[in-house]
């Protein structure tokens, strides 16, 4: 009888401490993780994707951006949010603004170096202005882009990043003068240097 008095005040005791734990593991990983931002500016070659249509017009240029990014909960997600400007020239008349702004998630790959490397997702809109025709629209865009880097200290750190975008057009109508206009979707590739700044240690 004795055993199963003991036996029964020893379940409450194990759940007890079971709970305990768990919580004061909760708070630990808490209060390990905290928001992190950080801003950034890339700067480097900017082309239309080699096959696409716009590539038959356009040439390389150079273009440049900045984002601005937080940490999630997770530790291994993070969103960010940018923006940059390209100038495409051509071999004719033909010239091309392009201005895209997205929001992504960014995933860091579980990667044992001394590099970090990440991969991103999301979605936006790209301001396209063309001349000499002038037109000039907000129009869908998808967003992909690689980068990786190394701390050169507390505060910065260094890298290479690559972005795509696909910027949705077959939506529009052809100008009602010029029914026969054709409108293709565009792909745009840029490469870049980027320095990170963390804005807390």
């Known amino acids: ?106 995933y860091t790959l579980p990667i044992n170096l001394p590099l970090s490397f990440h991969i991103k997702g999301g979605a936006g809109g790209n301001f396209l202005r063309n001349y000499p025709e002038g037109a000039k629209n907000w129009l869908p865009m998808g967003y992909a882009g690689f980068e990786t880097s190394f701390p050169a200290g507390r505060l910065v750190n260094i890298g290479v990043r690559a972005d795509y975008y696909f910027v949705y057009e077959q939506h529009l109508s052809p100008p009602a003068n010029n029914p026969n206009y054709q409108i293709y979707n565009g792909h745009f590739l840029n490469f870049g240097l980027m320095v990170n700044f963390n804005l807390s240690r």
């Open 1 to 106: 009888m004795r055993r199963i008095v003991l036996f029964k005040g020893f379940i409450p005791l194990v759940l007890s401490l079971a709970v305990s734990t768990t919580a004061v593991y909760s708070q630990v990983e808490t209060e390990a993780w905290r928001f992190k931002p950080q801003i950034g500016v890339w700067f480097g070659p900017v082309t239309p994707v080699p096959g696409s249509k716009l590539s038959e017009v356009l040439t390389t240029s150079l273009g440049g951006g900045m984002f601005l990014r937080g940490n999630l909960p997770t530790n291994t997600l993070r969103t960010e949010i940018g923006a940059s400007y390209s100038y495409y020239t051509s071999r004719t008349v033909a010239r091309l603004h392009s201005i895209p702004v997205y929001g992504a998630l960014v």
